[in-house]
């Protein structure tokens, strides 16, 4: 089960069971078919509706959305989140980290900030290709730069240090 915030203020919960998708343990059917990278159509109770994905962070399992030319964001929080949250390790504690690891290995595209920059949760930090993907590197927390160990054209493996608070 998966615990969905839209719009920082509305609570959804979501399931799957047996291919069967329930919002708020009602039982929710829907064709959907994909239009183009990030654009799909979408049509429940007879309504149609145009989805177009505008970010995925999935650092911070957050995904913005437009639907009907309405914008949506979206937090997810599925059950070690919440197992988190019941232990009080929540995102207060997660902004208190010391330093950024490559989550893959890569090469540095980019560093977006430089040693004494302060930083806000959710800042860039720099951009790292992996699997010919770019993966934007954001801040976990609010904190000042101490050292960045690396630079750009930089190759990166997994778990590498590269920048500490």
């Given at each position: ?6 719009n ?6 979501y ?16 064709s ?10 979408a ?19 957050i995904?913005?959305l ?11 929080k599925d059950?070690?989140?919440?197992l ?10 997660a ?5 950024i690891?490559?989550?893959?290995p890569?090469?540095i ?19 790292l290709e992996a ?12 904190g ?7 630079k750009?054209?930089?190759?990166v493996?997994?778990?590498?240090t590269l920048?500490?608070?």
């Open positions: 089960m998966l615990k969905i915030i839209a920082k203020d509305k609570s959804i919960e399931k799957e069971d047996n291919g069967k998708i329930y919002l708020n343990n009602k039982l929710y059917e829907w959907i078919s994909k239009i183009d990278n990030g654009n799909f159509h049509i429940h109770d007879d309504r149609s509706y145009c989805l177009e994905i505008i970010e995925a962070d999935f650092s911070s399992k995904l913005t437009r639907v009907n030319g309405r914008k949506v964001e979206l937090k997810i059950k070690f989140d919440a988190l949250e019941k232990l009080g390790i929540n995102e207060t504690a902004s208190k980290i010391n330093e690891k490559a989550p893959m890569g090469l595209l980019e560093v977006k900030m430089k040693e004494g920059d302060s930083v806000k949760t959710g800042d860039t930090l720099l951009i699997m010919k993907m770019e993966n934007v590197i954001k801040s976990p927390g609010d000042t730069i101490k050292s960045i160990k690396i750009k054209g930089d190759s493996e997994k778990n590498q920048i500490q608070f």
